[in-house]
């Protein structure tokens, strides 16, 4: 039967700041209804990875109140060793090259600075012919850092006839470090493109003829380019096997703060799991997925820094909620009563809600009550309520999943273009990356940055491009390019006859090139942005591929092995 949507779509919710308001309310109304049985029909597959299913464990944590004093002086140690070392040029980029690689970079923040503002300077003023590895070093640090260095000072490296040196193919060193560099290029950089290519074939071919610990090396920076992987995950492989002087000394501080930050962390999965359960929307909506951890990963992995704990367990609030109306969109509800749905969060209207159906009722009230008290501890903290502008997100999001949801009951694909347009916000990156401008709103909320945040930046529709597609191709993987998922991969065989998935493979690739491209642009000074925010920014590009990298078994291996050791093994050097 169709579902009417002439209900009173009157005035709504009344204050936004009810100081009793928390999850009990919520309890009361999951209680108070139980969901009833509609449609199957979805537009994308839902997967539901091992990894992430199921009860959590909880865990015995780690005290380190014993190891503080002795952290306190490892850590007056590498700060004077970076303030000497850091005098000579190539030793400071080596010694900030490891520091933020073992990721304990926030403790050297102001030295960091410090030495990049003399390396920026130099970069101007002192060119080397001979020292690839000193350059490219220079040159991707100070771009991480923001700061706007031309491609140009890689024109050195080239003969009089446009070519790379033959001199530079033999230097191993050197030729990681002008790849590692090539992965911040903006658009319009061939020089930089080209570099990168170059590197890159020149380094897969010497594999083979490096001893065991030279070949590890190059394989790690191919596979896993700094700039575009998480360094937390790829923090275990930068361990030194023999280290000495201030290596050895930056290795200890790092495992004494690995120990303390991965404590942090199991306190944080122990406090979102009975989050998680007390809501009880996992037993009340049966259909969707209940994966906390997963859920957690993305805030732990794009908010690393560990005194970002409370945002970390806030942001995966509305995570968790993307994820149960995604699987309302996809799984469960019929195209009538995802109108209807759609038109409640669009007024935002609770007296509305109460004639949705059971399963859309609760959601919503869960949705509306997580997003009151969000907005009123954000109130709290900063004096600014946003309120508005996070409803403006959920709206966002519903209107895309509807969109998708009407192409699939009419049985008709999208334009390629349209597609990616409405896909885009369908990834739900503004939603999380709009919270977690406000969350982290001590870094600096104004009429101006919230005006731009509203209005789906670049930064954030470069990150959700990646996103997008990156899912889209894990998707079109899974299926074995013959389902129906409604992907970029399956529009774009659509529109060009004759074309294989290979060729649409390859299509999605250079997009994703395309908006890290974009992505990087965004991330240099003048940035609107705080660091942390665009830091944010990059690592969920950095997360993408590890959560969709599926394999036969729908589970996702990559971010397994990640997973493991950050949260519950021991590690040692």
């Given at each position: 039967?169709?579902?009417?949507?002439?209900?009173?779509?009157?005035?709504?919710?009344?204050?936004?700041?009810?100081?009793?308001?928390?999850?009990?309310?919520?309890?009361?109304?999951?209680?108070?209804?139980?969901?009833?049985?509609?449609?199957?029909?979805?537009?994308?597959?839902?997967?539901?990875?091992?990894?992430?299913?199921?009860?959590?464990?909880?865990?015995?944590?780690?005290?380190?109140?014993?190891?503080?004093?002795?952290?306190?002086?490892?850590?007056?140690?590498?700060?004077?060793?970076?303030?000497?070392?850091?005098?000579?040029?190539?030793?400071?980029?080596?010694?900030?090259?490891?520091?933020q690689r073992l990721t304990v970079d926030y403790?050297?923040?102001?030295?960091?600075?410090?030495?990049?503002?003399?390396?920026?300077?130099?970069?101007?003023?002192?060119?080397?012919?001979?020292?690839?590895?000193?350059?490219?070093?220079?040159?991707?640090?100070?771009?991480?850092?923001?700061?706007?260095?031309?491609?140009?000072?890689?024109?050195?490296?080239?003969?009089?006839?446009?070519?790379?040196?033959?001199?530079?193919?033999?230097?191993?060193?050197?030729?990681?470090?002008?790849y590692e560099a090539s992965q911040l290029s903006?658009?319009?950089?061939?020089?930089?493109?080209?570099?990168?290519?170059?590197?890159?074939?020149?380094?897969?071919?010497?594999?083979?003829?490096?001893?065991?610990?030279?070949?590890?090396?190059?394989?790690?920076?191919?596979?896993?380019?700094?700039?575009?992987?998480?360094?937390?995950?790829?923090?275990?492989?930068?361990?030194?096997?023999?280290?000495?002087?201030?290596?050895?000394?930056?290795?200890?501080?790092?495992?004494?703060?690995?120990?303390?930050?991965?404590?942090?962390?199991?306190?944080?999965?122990?406090?979102?799991?009975?989050?998680?359960?007390?809501?009880?929307?996992?037993?009340?909506?049966?259909?969707?997925?209940?994966?906390?951890?997963?859920?957690?990963?993305?805030?732990?992995?794009?908010?690393?820094?560990?005194?970002?704990?409370?945002?970390?367990?806030?942001?995966?609030?509305?995570?968790?909620?993307?994820?149960?109306?995604?699987?309302?969109?996809?799984?469960?509800?019929?195209?009538?009563?995802?109108?209807?749905?759609?038109?409640?969060?669009?007024?935002?209207?609770?007296?509305?809600?109460?004639?949705?159906?059971?399963?859309?009722?609760?959601?919503?009230?869960?949705?509306?009550?997580?997003?009151?008290?969000?907005?009123?501890?954000?109130?709290?903290?900063?004096?600014w309520n946003p309120v508005d502008s996070l409803?403006?997100?959920?709206?966002?999001?519903?209107?895309?999943?509807?969109?998708?949801?009407?192409?699939?009951?009419?049985?008709?694909?999208?334009?390629?273009?349209?597609?990616?347009?409405?896909?885009?916000?369908?990834?739900?990156?503004?939603?999380?990356?709009?919270?977690?401008?406000?969350?982290?709103?001590?870094?600096?909320?104004?009429?101006?940055?919230?005006?731009?945040?509203?209005?789906?930046?670049?930064?954030?529709?470069?990150?959700?491009?990646?996103?997008?597609?990156?899912?889209?191709?894990?998707?079109?993987?899974?299926?074995?390019?013959?389902?129906?998922?409604?992907?970029?991969?399956?529009?774009?065989?659509?529109?060009?006859?004759?074309?294989?998935?290979?060729?649409?493979?390859?299509?999605?690739?250079?997009?994703?090139?395309?908006?890290?491209?974009?992505?990087?642009?965004?991330?240099?000074?003048?940035?609107?942005?705080?660091?942390?925010?665009?830091?944010?920014?990059?690592?969920?590009?950095?997360?993408?591929?590890?959560?969709?990298?599926?394999?036969?078994?729908?589970?996702?291996?990559?971010?397994?092995?990640?997973?493991?050791?950050?949260?519950?093994?021991?590690?040692?050097?």
């Amino acid at each position: 039967m169709a579902m009417s949507c002439s209900v009173s779509l009157a005035a709504a919710s009344g204050s936004p700041f009810p100081q009793n308001r928390s999850s009990e309310r919520v309890k009361h109304i999951l209680k108070e209804f139980k969901p009833t049985p509609a449609s199957t029909q979805n537009w994308r597959i839902s997967k539901k990875q091992t990894l992430v299913s199921g009860p959590l464990k909880h865990r015995r944590t780690i005290n380190t109140d014993d190891s503080d004093l002795e952290f306190a002086e490892k850590l007056k140690t590498i700060k004077d060793l970076l303030r000497n070392e850091g005098e000579d040029p190539i030793q400071g980029l080596a010694m900030i090259d490891a520091i933020q690689r073992l990721t304990v970079d926030y403790h050297f923040q102001e030295e960091i600075d410090s030495i990049l503002a003399r390396q920026s300077m130099l970069s101007r003023t002192f060119h080397s012919d001979n020292n690839l590895y000193e350059i490219a070093l220079r040159f991707r640090l100070l771009r991480q850092q923001g700061y706007h260095v031309s491609a140009g000072v890689f024109e050195n490296l080239k003969d009089n006839e446009g070519r790379f040196k033959q001199e530079l193919s033999g230097d191993i060193r050197g030729l990681m470090s002008l790849y590692e560099a090539s992965q911040l290029s903006i658009r319009g950089e061939d020089l930089l493109d080209e570099a990168g290519d170059y590197s890159y074939q020149l380094l897969r071919s010497s594999v083979t003829h490096l001893d065991y610990k030279q070949a590890r090396w190059v394989r790690n920076s191919l596979d896993h380019p700094h700039h575009k992987s998480l360094a937390s995950f790829m923090a275990k492989n930068f361990f030194n096997d023999e280290p000495n002087g201030w290596v050895s000394e930056l290795q200890e501080l790092a495992m004494t703060e690995f120990k303390m930050v991965k404590s942090q962390h199991q306190l944080e999965v122990s406090e979102i799991s009975k989050w998680w359960k007390d809501l009880g929307l996992s037993k009340e909506i049966k259909f969707a997925r209940d994966q906390p951890l997963k859920w957690y990963m993305w805030s732990m992995s794009c908010l690393a820094d560990p005194c970002l704990s409370e945002q970390r367990i806030e942001l995966t609030k509305p995570i968790s909620m993307i994820y149960i109306i995604d699987d309302i969109f996809d799984v469960y509800g019929t195209l009538d009563e995802l109108v209807c749905f759609t038109e409640v969060i669009n007024r935002w209207d609770i007296a509305a809600a109460e004639h949705l159906p059971d399963y859309m009722k609760i959601c919503f009230k869960a949705l509306d009550n997580i997003t009151d008290e969000i907005s009123y501890e954000i109130y709290k903290k900063h004096g600014w309520n946003p309120v508005d502008s996070l409803r403006k997100t959920w709206t966002g999001l519903f209107n895309a999943f509807l969109v998708e949801a009407k192409w699939f009951a009419s049985g008709k694909l999208p334009s390629s273009e349209e597609y990616l347009k409405n896909g885009i916000v369908s990834s739900g990156v503004n939603v999380v990356l709009v919270h977690i401008f406000f969350l982290l709103g001590h870094q600096g909320i104004s009429k101006e940055n919230v005006e731009l945040i509203n209005n789906f930046p670049a930064i954030v529709s470069s990150t959700a491009t990646i996103l997008r597609l990156w899912d889209d191709l894990g998707s079109a993987e899974d299926e074995n390019q013959d389902g129906h998922d409604g992907s970029y991969v399956e529009c774009y065989l659509k529109e060009n006859e004759g074309s294989s998935y290979e060729d649409a493979r390859n299509q999605v690739l250079e997009m994703i090139s395309d908006a890290w491209k974009q992505l990087n642009q965004e991330c240099l000074s003048p940035n609107p942005f705080s660091a942390t925010f665009s830091k944010a920014s990059l690592n969920i590009a950095r997360m993408v591929p590890l959560m969709y990298s599926y394999d036969d078994n729908h589970r996702l291996p990559t971010l397994e092995e990640h997973v493991e050791p950050l949260l519950y093994e021991n590690v040692s050097l």
